[in-house]
């Protein structure tokens, strides 16, 4: 039974890969392009911050030389099979100098909200800002606005890893400006099957603190409220 934060199994690029394929990283990477190429014409160059496991730069790499951050070294051990001529850093993106730039910077899947708090998330803004070329776009997906954060969400995924099934179910609450996920995880191999958990706290921003935020790190800001997945996108541009 493992129930640590450092659980091996809960840090897997293969896991996350498991319980996330129902999302169509090929269609949002098609949007993404069209989107990128009304706002950056002929961009060629993008970083993912917070690029998880590069399922995004997996599609992307057809369009763009992508590189990308993450804090998970086993996420970009993955970004980098997927994409090997891609450049990949472990860094966070609270603070981040890579003394490049890029026409087109992403943050994806709400991976924003996992600095909890809009001090961090500003900070991380500004590092993302800073590694845009002049004309070109930052791209931020966000997570829930506090106003539409349920406490008391029940929800169910299952994936298959390479030796078995994994199931996965979440419960929701909330601590003031913080959503709380409870995740229960069951890993059934032909051997055995092991329970993990976890919890993750993801901050919830409003429009106006992410747009103050944009504005802050010197960049025009739109948001566009369905997004690649419903979850909205503010589009930055200098
Ligand atoms: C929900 S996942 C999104 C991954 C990927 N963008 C996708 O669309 O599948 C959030 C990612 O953010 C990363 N992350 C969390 N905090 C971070 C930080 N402070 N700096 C860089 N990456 C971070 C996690 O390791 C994880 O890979």
Redesign the pocket.
Known sequence: MGLSQNDDFLQSAELYDAI?HFKNYQRESEWLRNLIDRVVPGAHTLL??????G??ARFLKQHYSVDG????NR?LEAARSKNPSGRYHC????GFALGSSYDVVTC????IA??KTIESAQRAILSMARHVRPGGALLVEPWFQPESWKPGMLSINTGESKDGLICRMALSRREDNLSVISLHYLHGTRQAVSYHTEQLELGLFTKDQMVHSFQQAGMQVTYEPEGLIGRGLYIGTR
Request: aromatic share 16%; proline share 0%.
């Open positions: 996330y993912d911050v917070g690029c998880g496991t399922e995004h951050i993450d804090l998970n996420y860094a966070n993106m609270i994806l899947f709400s991976a996992y600095v």
